[in-house]
């Protein structure tokens, strides 16, 4: 059983900046993948970004040029920097662990999931 904490959410406003931070309690990057995915109020969840073992890192188009995601060198640990952030980011930001590293921008392949961050962008 893999477990995720996030840390770094809070409140900002409009342009500001987050940096979001996930651990894990297994070495995942070393085969598989870690994504960020958030869900806004009355929305469904949706793929934010993700790395994987070989630091292939895709982005939804809404984020990307203002988000970037990293691991660190343990392979158990990603960070999400988010700049420019907008009032439409605002939502809660859930880290999850891909152990097969395959489809690592669809939510269902993601096998353990932590209990997310909430992200308030103030206008």
Known sequence: QVQLVESGGGLVQ???SLSLSCAASGRILE???MGWFRQAPGKEREFVAAINWSE????ADSVRGRFTISRDHTASSVALQMNGLKP??????YCAANTRGTAISLARYY???????????SS
């Open 14 to 16: 409009a342009g500001d």
């Open 31 to 33: 085969r598989g993948a």
């Open 56 to 59: 292939y890192t895709p982005y």
């Open 111 to 121: 096998e353990y999931w932590g209990r997310g961050t909430q992200v308030t962008v």
């Open 88 to 93: 439409e980011d605002t939502a809660i930001y």
